[in-house]
């Protein structure tokens, strides 16, 4: 449950470094899951079927890089607008869908690793898609703060007119970090069809691009972070699915809001110790349009 989470937030960490709010996830997420859908039922290509969804989330978020980098336009009206219109879309052409099953990915248990108690099961013996996860999250990570390009992504979220200054392109940068983080939502949309479940549903995410959407702020902007705090999220949601089918004599309507009264509990917390401390880790820039020539 936590990897599509884990994907969107990585996305999530890499346009917002570079400055760019990207409130759209879920409907991005939700785009992609239906491009993944499509192209496997057609040519039962999985690989295909991936590439789709990465090419139309980085073809949303280009537009989405185009409101905010090239037109200067609000960044949460635009993610706003943009998940809206990825949930209509996703809605109108998802309706043909109904009652088509897709394969889904098998599982590829790790010889040796696969035997740890508790955590081999959970971490060890998943599909292919899991350990890619698992590959990005150190790679975004190396690349962030280990690199000159990484440097240059970070400036740029944090002073852009410096960068500016110093011949650096913000606009390249913007646009770079916004499309492939759109990509790496893609794949967070991707993995409900590919295996999470085998058949088309309305509201195939259920909201889980907008806990992705905090879960960015709860990991400070950090690949590393993000991967416990997608984890914590996905063991609360299969909480919320295993207390359902065990029949606990919980109201299925507190059962339903848990994960996103978890996610507002955490963001509060997090928020408090923040200001105690007088310490924040948002980019400085994030969420300022930027063109050159700015002065203040």
């Not at 290509?45 to 090239?70: D, E, Q, R, T, Y």
């Not at 902007?221 to 999220?233: I, M, N, Q, S, T």
């Not at 029949?247 to 963001?267: H, N, Q």
């Amino acid at each position: 449950m936590g990897t599509p989470l884990l994907f969107a937030t990585l996305g999530g960490v890499l346009s917002e470094r570079a400055g760019v709010i990207h409130l759209g996830m879920e409907g991005i997420m939700l785009v992609s899951a239906l491009v993944t859908f499509v192209v496997d039922l057609q040519t039962g290509s999985k690989v295909l079927a991936l590439v789709g969804a990465m090419m139309a989330a980085g073809a949303l978020s280009g537009l989405h890089g185009f409101v905010c980098i090239s037109l200067r336009g609000n960044q949460i009206a635009s993610g706003l607008a943009l998940a809206l219109f990825g949930t209509g879309l996703s809605g109108l052409f998802g309706d043909a869908l109904i009652g088509s099953t897709v394969t889904s990915l098998d599982r590829i248990p790790i010889p040796g690793l696969e035997l740890i108690p508790i955590l081999g099961s959970a971490f060890f013996n998943q599909d292919w898609m899991v350990y890619l996860s698992y590959v990005l999250v150190a790679g975004l990570w190396f690349v962030l703060f280990h690199t000159n390009w990484g440097l240059q992504i970070r400036s740029v979220g944090e002073a852009p007119i410096v960068c500016d200054a110093l011949g650096l392109s913000v606009a390249k940068i913007r646009y770079l970090c916004v499309i492939f983080g759109g990509m790496l939502i893609g794949l967070g949309g991707a993995y409900f069809p590919m295996v999470l479940t085998s058949f088309w549903v309305d509201d195939l995410t259920a909201g889980r691009g907008w806990i992705a959407v905090a879960l960015v702020i709860f990991a400070f902007w950090h690949p590393g972070k993000a991967f416990w705090g997608a984890y914590l999220f996905g063991a609360a949601i299969a909480f919320q699915l295993q207390a359902q089918v065990m029949g606990l004599k919980i109201p299925s309507y507190i059962l339903e809001m848990f994960p996103y009264l978890l996610t507002i509990v955490v963001l509060t917390v997090v928020t408090v110790r923040n200001r105690r401390v007088g310490q924040t880790f948002m980019p400085a820039a994030l969420g300022l349009p930027f063109f050159r020539g700015d002065k203040h």
